[in-house]
Every structure is written in C-alpha cells, then in structure tokens.
C-alpha cells in the first residue's frame, strides 16, 4: 500500500459508522473432541477496541479457542461473553461475529465484488445499501479497481485484503483472524501485518488473532495469550511476556533463553541462587527456598567485560561457535558444566571472536529473573 492510498484508507475509515467496541470475556471455557480435552477451564478478558494474540505451538489449543468463540465446534463448557451477552450456546450465525480462515475462502467463480456482497445479499439487506457499503469497504481496503477481478487474478496479499472485506462489510462486533497471513512469503507478511494493524487501530474493532509465530504477534498485538496444552500460562504485553516470563514454557517459547539450573539457599539472613560449578547470585530476601532456575537472554551476556564482575554472573569459557546472523553474532560459549548463547551486535568494524577463544563474559545481575520448576 502506497501513500496516497494510506491516506485514503484514513479518510475512508473515518467515514465508516464505528460500533461501540465490545469485550470478550471468558469465564471456564474447557472443549473437548470425544474423549480428548483440548482446551481446560480458560479464563480471560479481552479489552474493548484490544488487538489481542493467541499465541503457542501446534497442538496447544489457540486455533480451538477462537473458534469457540466465534461459535464453531462443538459446545463448551463454561461461558463465553462478547460485550454483555452470553453467547455460548447461540449458533454461529447469531453472534455477528467477523472470522478470517487461513484459507481465505474466497468463491472461485465469483468476482471480487461478489465475494463481499455474498453476506450482505444472503441478508437480504436492500441493493442500495449493498452497492454503497461494498464500494466503501473495498476503498477501505485498497481494492475498488479489481472489483471485477476474480480470486485467480489476485496475488496473495490481495486475496486477504477480499476475505478481510468481505468480513468487515457485514460490520461485525468482533473480528477474529486464524493465521490469516500464513499463506504468504515473507517480505509479503510483514507488509499486509502492517496494513492489518493500520486497518484495525482506524476501526477499533476488538480483533483477536491466532498466530503460532512470535514476531507476528509481537509486532501486532497490543497483549498475547500464550497456550500450551490446552491452557493459558501467561498473558500480558509483548515486551513483558519477554522480559518477564513467570515459568519455564514462556520463558523458552519466546525466543532464545539461558537457563541455570540450581537452588535458592538461606546464607544467614540472606538468600543464594547456587549454581553449578560454584556460580552464586544474591536474591531478594522474599524469593522462596528451593529448586529454581536463573533466566536470561542471549543478549544480556556482556563479552569480555570481567571489570563487571562485582555487578553481575561471571562465566569463563571457551567459544565452541560463532554464528553470523547479520545484525548480530551468536557464540555458544563452553563454561564448566553449562553451555550459554551470547548474542552480540555485529560491528563491521570489530573481528568476530574466533572459536576456540578462552574467554570471559558476565551477565549484569538486574537482568537474571529466577523462575520455579
């Protein structure tokens, strides 16, 4: 999408008659396919107006959950709330809720305009209002010039740019994306993720998306809920979700973790984080006895800066690998009994470390979080 149609799309979307934005509420939500339980007593609120991801890998029940919602798969137990009505037990299409498949789902034989007519004549709604509401979702979107193309015609990314429309144009209280974007290449993902959240913060739609891949839902989502197993094990805004994951699944499932094994021991009226090979870190004096394990990212490991070694873990040790990634190296670093991933930011003026180097490296104590077992 070019300038000249980002500042339409803005225009337009003022133009459009938003609803008051709706919450979804969750009370005990548990779905099961005959015998297996899928999903075990979700609870979770959904902010009015809130871009919210599902988040977690195959298997671990998001793709399930938004479906509930929408009023799919068989009946859960528990209850499901978009604004202040109880919709768990009302069909599919009594919720007027907008949902995006993967696959789009777009009718082969119909031209772009047909397709996102087709819900709005299944309605029954008048042929005026029909032509002006197509004509204004498909400006909307950037796609008034194909009105008259079929879905064959259309890359990928203008294929989405359709099924969003066509979900739109019946004006939904909610709209809910099943890995919308996962059927395009790369560079494409991100520009039509751009565009989708440039669209969703002019509507301010509630909008929850199902995404299995983390730097989409970090780019997207104002919060994410991480899945695993059927349940909910953290939920809260990206940068927090990074930063400060409460248990080990988060902590490893989103992005690249250092994790120390070992055990909080009182020293007095102190308390120790004891680790192998000798390694100790002073702890709050609250943090609970026993079993835990000391978190941090590749990126917080400072190379070569033993001056720091009041102020934080140090490791000495030997590069086994170095890595180019582009905007930075990862070493894997041979330290006693532990192996550590360093990321360090490439400088194009300074050689990267050999492996097979000895060297040392700290970790500042203000960026080690302990998480329990």
Do not use: C
Not at 143 to 151: C, M, S, T, V, Y
């Amino acid at each position: 999408m070019n300038e000249v149609q980002a500042h339409a799309l803005h225009g337009r979307a003022a133009t459009i008659q938003a609803r008051r934005a709706e919450s979804i509420r969750l009370e005990g939500v548990s779905v099961a396919f005959g015998e297996q339980e899928v999903l075990r007593d979700v609870h979770l609120e959904i902010l009015p107006g809130e871009f919210f991801a599902f988040l977690g890998p195959s298997g671990s029940g998001k793709s399930t959950l938004l479906r509930a919602i929408a009023g799919f798969g068989p009946p859960p137990r528990g209850r499901i709330l978009i604004g202040e009505e109880d919709v768990t037990h009302k069909p599919a299409w009594a919720r007027n809720v907008g949902m995006v498949f993967q696959s789009y789902a777009l009718w082969p034989h119909m031209t772009v305009w047909r397709n996102v007519a087709f819900g709005l004549e299944e309605r029954g709604v008048d042929r005026a209002v029909i032509r002006e509401r197509v004509g204004r979702i498909l400006e909307l979107v950037g796609l008034a010039e194909l009105a008259h193309r079929r879905p064959s015609q259309l890359s990928g990314g203008q294929q989405q740019r359709v099924a969003l429309a066509r979900t739109l144009v019946v004006e939904p209280r909610v709209l809910l994306l099943d890995e919308p974007l996962s059927n395009l290449d790369a560079n494409l993902r991100v520009q039509m993720r751009r565009e989708l959240k440039e669209l969703q913060r002019r509507l301010g739609i509630t909008t929850v998306f199902v995404t299995h891949d983390q730097e989409e839902a970090n780019t997207t989502a104002d919060r994410i809920a991480v899945l695993d197993a059927g349940t909910i094990r953290q939920v809260g805004p990206p940068v927090e979700l990074y930063d400060r994951p409460r248990e080990l699944f988060v902590a490893t499932f989103l992005g690249s973790a250092n994790l120390i094994p070992g055990e909080v021991v009182a020293e007095g009226a102190a308390r120790v984080f004891r680790g192998p090979d000798g390694l100790q870190l002073p702890v709050d004096g609250a943090e609970p006895l026993g079993r835990a394990w000391a978190f941090f990212r590749p990126e917080h490991v400072r190379l070569g800066e033993a001056s720091q070694e009041a102020n934080g873990m140090l490791f000495r040790g030997v590069i086994r690998r170095a890595e180019f990634l582009g905007a930075h190296v990862r070493y894997t670093l041979a330290a006693g009994a532990l192996e550590l991933l360093v990321d360090a930011p490439h400088d194009p003026n300074v050689p990267m470390v050999a492996e097979g180097a000895e060297v040392r490296a700290v970790v500042p104590t203000r960026l080690v979080r302990l998480l329990r077992a």
